[in-house]
């Protein structure tokens, strides 16, 4: 099954040179979105976006962006769409959205020597998140009442800051998606660990402006259901060693 849906893949990657172009803004997130050795879009996104815009008949052109403007570069049609590992929880009615198609859990990790063992641990501790992701807004504006009140939360634009304020000893603990942090801390066993509890559970999607009338929201999210239910988006997460289990729904 892995097999036969990494070769549709290929295929679909291959015939889509002479397809009109969907421009999609992300920013650097291992494993969804990154640049390989060789400079190129690489990662979970970027696989399902290859597969799932393929069929639609159109070529994914990943284009970096700065999160934090993202709204900016959607509003000036820079870009058609924001896809890098993106919640909808709590922004539903902020874009038109096409998924979810994963689901991922917001974490925290910590050094490996902290005090900090469970999420009320964090209470009057120091916390750095990406700004305008989804830990930020659990941590500012505190909906769930689990939540602890942290002394101080830095939003830093840059997601490579969080793990080197983390390991410098500038923050207490940092927060975001489980795969992307996963990926740190794997790396770095001897240094980090990710707490047990979760902040969260959000559902990923694409996200359109709301003054986009193509449709192509209702599409992409048929042909992603599609994806789904073949196998496509699980072999796509195992590929890049994302527990199945966790990540889609139906396992």
Not at 100 to 109: D, F, G, K, L, T
Not at 187 to 200: A, I, K, P, Y
Request: proline residues 4%.
């Amino acid at each position: 099954l892995i097999s036969g849906c990494l070769v549709t893949t290929q295929e679909s990657t291959a015939s889509q040179e002479n397809m009109p172009e969907i421009i999609i803004g992300s920013d650097d997130f291992p494993p969804f979105n990154y640049s390989d050795e060789n400079g190129e879009p690489a990662g979970i996104d970027v696989d399902i976006a290859n597969e799932a815009l393929g069929r639609l008949g159109y070529k994914p052109v990943f284009t970096k962006i700065v999160w934090d403007d993202k709204d900016k570069d959607l509003e000036n049609k820079e870009i058609d769409c924001l896809w890098g590992c993106f919640s909808m929880d709590g922004r539903e009615n902020d874009y038109k959205w096409a998924g979810p198609y994963m689901v991922s859990r917001q974490v925290v990790a910590v050094n490996e020597n902290s005090n900090i063992k469970k999420l009320s641990d964090l209470s009057g501790k120091v916390i750095a998140v990406q700004a305008s992701t989804k830990p930020e807004d659990i941590f500012l504006n505190r909906m769930n009442p689990a939540i602890p009140l942290v002394k101080d939360v830095y939003s830093l634009e840059n997601r490579k800051l969080l793990f080197t304020s983390l390991g410098k000893g500038y923050v207490d603990a940092i927060a975001g998606h489980e795969n992307a942090m996963n990926v740190f801390v794997q790396s770095n066993e001897e240094h980090f660990g990710v707490l047990r509890e979760e902040l969260s559970v959000s559902e990923l999607g694409i996200a359109f402006s709301l003054d986009n009338d193509s449709g192509i929201d209702k599409k992409l999210t048929g042909v992603l259901n599609e994806m789904r239910a073949d196998g496509t988006i699980q072999s796509i997460a195992e590929k890049y060693g994302v527990d199945v289990s966790m990540a889609v729904w139906g396992n």
